[in-house]
């Protein structure tokens, strides 16, 4: 049969159902433990519950297909994920990182990241030329990079930084927690690993915290990321793992839904005379807007930053305005967010003083723009 799209492997989770009952939803499996076959093997493929667990292997394979990889790790958080790649590294050996970030992760990789032994070089892969220069061939082991990258949403070539890698001899890991798979899959594009959040689109509903990694092969690497989770036990609890996959099922809906919003929402503020300008790879006049085009498909993301005229104090008090938008941090999830990134990212953020960045739910983009437009409006 034809290879099935995105929005129908999702929806029926790849058309899992269970054996015995023909139950269409999996059971919330909450063993830790698995009885032995009499001549001593496990031929379940279970033995414990801390390396493994039927309730995120069954999610593991639904992203793995969205993502056109070879297998797939679920962590207990975004960031669990992100760190069992940096441990998988050696101390000593060179790293290239996207300097605008996910700021735990880069507040991370400057502190115990560093004191690991990593050598951390952190550039602006975004712009043309900056990875090539920092590349060093055969010492560089790693590139890290976020697209688009938290809160400018920057672009960075995916296609570009992977030939850069695999000629320096170099894995490229990327975090696509804002693209999600329904916009780019970055393996296709050269990725070696992929990394997501999945607190945010994947699940979609701001009530499970979760990580993934999806890699391109299975190779050394990826067998000590394999131990780190184990050895951890950073894995993903039953119970949220039923959650993630409900949530995982309408992805492609809630994407489609948040793009076309935020794309509305971009284009209805970037004139306006109480905003000094709109961040939004959608925008013709994004300096990523045509990476963005050759590398999203179907949307330039649910994300998009805004900086507001009169500086610091008039963004927080335009966030205090809003009475549809929720003030809070993270993103992804089916109500729109709203946060003044600066008092959260602290000193050296990307986000300047005036920048508040905008999550787009799903609710109704008029109503969005409304409060938006109110909110603002009522400054002076
Ligand atoms: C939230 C987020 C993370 C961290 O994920 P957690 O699930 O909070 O640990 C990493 N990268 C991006 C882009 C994020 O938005």
């Known amino acids: 049969m034809k290879q099935k799209r995105p929005a129908t492997l999702a929806a029926q989770a790849l058309g899992w159902m269970d054996e015995t009952t023909k139950a269409l939803v999996p059971p919330v499996n909450v063993a830790t433990t698995y009885i032995r076959d009499p001549d001593n093997l496990y031929r379940s493929g279970y033995s414990y519950g801390r390396p493994d667990n039927p309730g995120f292997r069954l999610a593991e394979a ?12 679920m962590f207990s958080s975004g960031m669990a994920a992100a760190m069992a790649v940096f441990l998988a590294l050696r101390p000593g050996d060179h790293v290239i990182a996207q300097r605008v970030m996910y700021w735990g992760l880069r ?15 952190f550039v602006d892969t975004s712009v043309n030329g900056a990875i090539a220069g920092a ?8 590139i890290w990079i976020e697209t688009p990258a938290n809160p400018t949403w920057c672009i960075t070539d995916i296609a570009a930084a992977a030939g850069i ?12 927690t804002a693209a999600t798979p329904i916009l780019t899959r970055p393996i296709e594009l050269g990725a ?21 990694l999806v890699t391109a092969a299975e190779d050394e690497i990826w067998g000590r990321i394999v131990a780190n989770r184990t050895n951890l036990g950073a894995i993903l609890g039953p119970f949220e793992a039923w959650l993630l996959l409900r949530g995982m099922r309408t992805l492609s809906l809630r994407v489609e839904r948040c793009c076309r919003s935020a794309q509305k929402i971009a284009e209805h503020f970037v004139d306006h005379p109480r905003v000094v300008a709109v961040l939004y790879p959608g925008l013709p006049n994004h300096s990523g807007h045509a990476v963005a085009g050759r590398q999203m498909r179907g949307g330039f993301g649910g994300m998009l930053s805004i900086r507001v005229r009169g500086g610091e104090e008039a963004a927080i008090a335009t966030a205090a305005r809003v009475q549809l938008w ?27 003083p005036d920048l508040l960045r905008l999550s787009v739910g799903i609710e109704d983009v008029e109503d969005l723009i409304d409060d938006l437009d109110q909110a603002l409006a009522s400054g002076n």
Not at 62 to 73: N, S
Not at 192 to 212: E, F, P, Q, R
Not at 327 to 339: D, F, H, N, P, Q
């Open 326 to 352: 929720k003030r809070a941090t993270s993103l992804g999830g089916v109500e729109s967010l709203i946060e003044h990134r600066a008092s959260i990212e602290g000193p050296g953020s990307p986000a300047g």
């Open 192 to 212: 070696d690993i992929v990394m997501h959040s999945a607190t945010k689109y994947l699940n979609g509903h701001s009530d499970v915290l979760a990580g993934a």
């Open 107 to 121: 507040n991370w990789l400057q502190s115990f990241g560093r004191e690991w032994g990593l050598s951390i070089q």
């Open 62 to 73: 639904v992203l793995t297909a969205l993502e056109g990889g070879r297998t797939c790790l």
């Open 135 to 142: 590349v060093r061939p055969g010492q560089t082991k790693l």
């Open 165 to 176: 890698a695999h000629r320096a001899g170099a894995l490229l890991a990327i975090d696509s």
